[in-house]
Nanobody, 127 residues
Framework: QVQLVESGGGLVQAGGSLRLSCTASGGTFSRYVMGWFRQAPGKERDFVAR????????YYTDSAEGRFTISRDNAKNTVYLQMNNLKPEDSAVYYC????????????????????WGQGTQVTVSS
């Protein structure tokens, strides 16, 4: 079975940076479109960013554009989310997700486009 494990979360002050990692096992990583989602208390799990199988195409939610960077290293079976200039409203549990079925013709912002999910890592940004 495919497993995704996130790491790198923590507590930072506003304006700080974190780099999240998600490592996959049990499948062929390069076949997956990979995405990052986040869920804050009382809110639904929302799209943050996604990256194509080759790593050449990326999309971001508006609030992440210019501050976050998604990347992947297929040789390491890992996808990353570099988060700079963090804001308190970025606080959430961050989840990585993989899709075998996604054709890459859209943004990929819907949860039902993804097949595999990690357990999440907490990001807390203080004022």
């Amino acid at each position: 079975q495919v497993q995704l494990v996130e790491s790198g979360g923590g507590l930072v002050q506003a304006g700080g940076s974190l780099r999240l990692s998600c490592t996959a096992s049990g499948g062929t990583f390069s076949r997956y479109v990979m995405g990052w989602f986040r869920q804050a208390p009382g809110k639904e799990r929302d799209f943050v960013a996604r990256i194509s199988r080759s790593g050449t195409i990326t999309y971001y939610t508006d609030s992440a554009e210019g501050r976050f960077t998604i990347s992947r290293d297929n040789a390491k079976n890992t996808v990353y989310l570099q988060m700079n200039n963090l804001k308190p409203e970025d606080s959430a549990v961050y989840y990585c997700a993989g899709s075998v079925r996604f054709l890459g013709t859209g943004v990929g912002r819907s949860r039902n486009e993804y097949d595999y999910w990690g357990q999440g890592t907490q990001v807390t940004v203080s004022s």
